[in-house]
């Protein structure tokens, strides 16, 4: 599997734009780029996924680098609802079955 | 609304007894997954399913069987054989993999979370 490195925590102020970064160096070219996020006391949920170009949702934006050894999932406005552990995770799209690899994901700290 | 049920919320369990952590979900998924996850851990694959009556180990299925009679149904037993079942435990479904190509959306359960007395 290829590895993410993700920083162990960040914080941000509410209402302040959050830039969560991801490294993924192996990437492979048939790897997407998937977040997740776990608030306290809950199961993971989806944030957005891409696999070159960036993407936006209504919940956050995914910016990927062009050689896509590195990625950045953008929050606008935190809220302190955002206080979460994010996880970045690979997936290739050319293989059938695949687990998803949680490592420990950054734990964003929103101050109001 | 669609979604994925766990049940219990919390769950006590005796030296030397089995217990079951139910899951259900009603996506229409033919794809469903059991987590464990430690405190300040990510999750562990324990199983998963990618069809009824079809299941394959992930990678600490040691201590735990499960069974999947039904598309909407998936669940754990936590055995005597696990000695440290104490953990926080995931349910999830997807569409196929195959067929959405490895951008699939896990969603997952609110989880149960089994202590031992």
């Known amino acids: 599997d290829a590895k993410t490195t993700q920083p162990n925590s960040m914080e941000s102020n509410e209402e302040e734009p959050v830039h969560l970064p991801c490294n993924h160096s192996?990437?492979?070219?048939?790897?997407?780029i998937h977040w997740y996020r776990q608030l306290p006391s809950q199961g993971p949920e989806y944030v957005i996924h891409?696999?070159?170009s960036n993407v936006n949702n209504r919940m956050a934006s995914l910016a990927i680098a062009e050689d896509r050894k590195s990625s950045t999932l953008i929050l606008h406005r935190a809220t302190l609802r955002d206080a979460a552990v994010y996880y970045c995770?690979?997936?290739?799209?050319?293989?059938?079955?695949?687990?998803?690899?949680f490592g420990t994901g950054t734990r964003l700290l929103v101050s109001p | 609304d669609g979604g994925i049920t766990q049940s219990p919320k919390y769950l006590f369990r005796k030296e030397g007894q089995n217990v079951t952590l139910s899951c259900e979900q009603n996506?229409?998924?033919?794809?469903m997954y059991w987590y464990r996850q430690d405190p300040g851990q990510g999750l562990r694959l324990i199983y998963y399913?990618?069809?009824?009556?079809?299941?394959q180990k992930g990678d600490i299925a040691e201590g735990y069987s499960v069974s999947r009679e039904k598309k909407e149904s998936f669940p754990l037993t936590v055995t005597s054989a696990q000695k440290n079942p104490t953990a926080f435990y995931l349910c999830?479904?997807?569409?196929?993999?195959?067929?959405?190509?490895?951008?699939?959306?896990?969603?997952f359960g609110p989880g149960t979370r089994l202590l031992v007395l």
């Open positions: 999830a479904s997807s569409s196929t993999p195959r067929t959405a190509g490895g951008g699939e959306t896990q969603y």
């Open positions: 192996t990437i492979s070219g048939t790897d997407y």
């Open positions: 891409g696999l070159t």
């Open positions: 995770i690979l997936r290739d799209w050319n293989t059938g079955f695949q687990k998803l690899v």
């Open positions: 996506l229409n998924h033919d794809a």
């Open positions: 399913s990618q069809i009824v009556n079809d299941f």
